[in-house]
């Protein structure tokens, strides 16, 4: 898959260079390349919407249906007319 | 990408995903977030849910994690908002999800209780690919 990419400059410890440069050497890949992985496995894990939230929102089903029928009958920009 | 209604977005923040919605990046419209969020703010919901609950699911409403799902800026289409509600007597809800599609090559996905009369001829006219969900 062909990746659509921007430039970026970003300031590394001289640890982290080293630490980068080996682990891309290892893998026969760029610097570049292990920061994009770094990031993607990174951001993938990244918390997304508490559970108990989330229930919260699953809870209201019903009454959501209930609160929007209706709710925007007064707006002719946000009603929907059926 | 796959641009929902408010019906939609409030399952996805619920942590389903129903069908076509499973594989794509998906969004709403700014006009779809603010009903999602008007509607939370109901004495209803608040009889549901414990008072820090509520104000929970209306500050994620608010803002979204954009992993889960993205509010499209609505300033990237006024101008073809504008266009297709005078062109096609589109309300702000309608022109700003059409416009948005167009904007950005999404697919639309509504809930089942959310579809103008007219929308499925309007979509199918300017291309717009588009799914109904139970």
């Given at each position: 898959m062909v990746r659509c990419m921007h430039r970026t400059n970003i300031y590394l410890t001289e640890e982290q260079e080293r630490a980068l440069d080996e682990r891309a050497r290892r893998a026969d890949t760029t610097r570049s390349a292990v920061v994009r992985e770094i990031l993607d496995r990174n951001l993938a894990s990244s918390p997304g919407i508490d559970p108990e939230v989330a229930a919260g929102f699953r809870a209201i089903a019903e009454v959501y249906a209930e609160i929007t029928?209706?709710?925007?009958?007064?707006?002719p920009d946000l009603r929907i007319d059926r | 990408m796959i641009i929902i209604d408010d019906q939609l977005s409030r399952i996805v923040l619920g942590g389903d995903r129903p069908g076509v919605l499973a594989s794509d990046e998906l969004a709403t419209t700014w006009s779809f977030q603010y009903r999602l969020v008007r509607a939370l703010i109901d004495d209803r919901i608040d009889g549901r849910l414990s008072r820090g609950a509520a104000a929970s699911l209306r500050a994620t409403a608010a803002a979204p994690p954009p992993r889960v799902l993205r509010v499209l800026d609505p300033r990237a289409v006024t101008q073809r908002a504008a266009e297709l509600a005078i062109a096609d007597r589109l309300n702000l809800l309608f022109a700003e999800l059409l416009a948005s599609a167009q904007h950005h090559g999404a697919t639309i996905a509504l809930s089942e209780?959310?579809?103008?009369?007219t929308w499925p001829g309007l979509m199918e006219q300017h291309g717009i690919p588009f799914e109904v969900l139970p």
């Open positions: 029928d209706g709710l925007f009958d007064d707006d | 209780g959310n579809i103008g009369r």
